[in-house]
């Protein structure tokens, strides 16, 4: 149940704005005794608060209700640290330019964390004129595939959905990319690295 909303971070977010409770209490027309039940985790902000709550915080009524201090720190909105969230009920995916939190189908997404390349999921790059030439030797069953790559620079994300039945494969124009990844559906998100000039 502390997943609702957690104590510990409407204090931080409080101290963070060098606020006292009695400020916050005010600011919310409750008690200071509350703000303190809230923070101690004996008690929870009524519903109807949360708007208002999130407000004098801060931040996002979404975020506060994630139960995590969550701000995207990449203000300068360099995509090359952008992150993708991808839903594994209805298998929509999420591109951000940093940190957020992120909800489909009633599930708050944890951002892909990339890992370096396992054998079955081997990225290959080829250079081809101005273009990489992307394939993977995956499976590309209903049940187990390839979901989609991308090609990530610090100014534009290139993109190609994928399908079962169809191939691992992708064209990406060269021009300042950075980082190449593949998703796999069962295992997730995948880095190139090898074949990058």
Same mark, same amino acid.
């Given at each position: 149940?502390?997943?609702?909303? %957690? ?7 409080? &101290? ?7 400020? +916050?209490?005010?600011? +919310? ?10 923070? %101690?985790? $004996?008690?929870?902000?009524? #519903? ?10 801060? =931040?996002?009524? =979404? ?19 952008? $992150? ?14 940093? &940190? ?7 599930? %708050? !997404?944890?951002?892909? !964390? ?11 790059? $080829? %250079? ?12 590309? &069953? ?6 989609? +790559? ?6 534009? #994300?290139?993109? +190609? ?7 691992? &494969? ?6 300042? #990319? ?20």
């Amino acid at each position: 149940m502390d997943k609702y909303v %957690t104590g510990a971070v409407i204090r931080k977010l409080r &101290e963070d704005k060098k606020m006292t409770q009695e400020e +916050l209490a005010k600011k +919310l027309l409750v008690s200071d005794k509350a703000v303190s039940k809230w923070e %101690t985790g $004996r008690g929870f902000p009524d #519903v109807c608060l949360l708007e208002s709550l999130a407000d004098a915080l801060g =931040i996002s009524v =979404i975020e506060l209700l994630s139960g995590e201090d969550v701000r995207n720190r990449n203000r300068s909105s360099d995509i090359g640290k952008g $992150r993708f969230y991808v839903c594994p009920v209805c298998g929509n995916i999420i591109g951000a330019v940093g &940190e957020a939190v992120i909800s489909c189908c009633g599930i %708050t !997404l944890p951002p892909a !964390l990339p890992e370096p390349a396992s054998e079955e999921h081997t990225v290959k790059v $080829r %250079t081809v004129e101005d273009e990489y030439f992307v394939t993977l030797d995956h499976p590309m &069953e209903k049940s187990h595939h390839i979901s989609f +790559l991308a090609a990530i620079s610090d100014d534009k #994300v290139q993109f +190609l959905k994928l399908y079962p039945e169809g191939n691992a &494969e992708a064209r990406f124009k060269i021009g300042g #990319v950075k980082g190449i990844y593949a998703y796999c559906n069962r295992h997730g998100l995948f880095e190139a690295v090898e074949g990058l000039r």
